[in-house]
């Protein structure tokens, strides 16, 4: 489980990412009809997607806990994953769409694996193997 510092430097990490994006023109929306986009937000721009929680509350029904949650999950216009960079970066993004999830490299053409992973043509085979096991799409 992760510790409450953590999931602190997660939050802050995660609001300035969305911050950052909305700066450089992402158009922002609510992600949900219950939350506000300070807590959760659906982000998109020139095709691509990007979903953003930061939440920090109390926890429902449990005395003296809190809800900490700060994530960052992008996709590119092709649909597939694009790993976050470190600092909001639209050129890290856009380069996202020809690095690898799976060996992490990258500049070469990615080919879907799983659900919405990217793999090289290289180490296909054993994302596939890995990743889409019997059942792994239902």
Not at 102 to 121: I, L, S
Request: contains cysteine.
């Amino acid at each position: 489980m992760m510790d409450q510092d953590k999931k602190l430097e997660l939050l802050k990490w995660a609001r300035e990412f969305r911050d950052a994006a909305v700066a450089d023109g992402w158009k922002i929306e609510p992600a949900y009809t219950n939350e506000d986009v300070s807590s959760a937000s659906h982000l998109t721009k020139n095709g691509f997607k990007m979903t953003v929680i930061t939440r920090d509350h109390p926890a429902p029904f449990i005395r003296n806990q809190r809800v900490i949650q700060g994530t960052v999950n992008i996709w590119g216009p092709d649909g597939l994953a694009i790993d976050p960079p470190q600092k909001y970066s639209w050129d890290l993004i856009e380069k996202g769409l020809r690095k690898f999830s799976f060996c992490h490299g990258g500049d070469k053409e990615t080919f879907r694996v799983g659900f919405a992973d990217r793999a090289c043509q290289d180490c296909l085979p054993k994302a596939r193997k890995k990743l889409e096991t019997p059942g792994w799409y239902n």
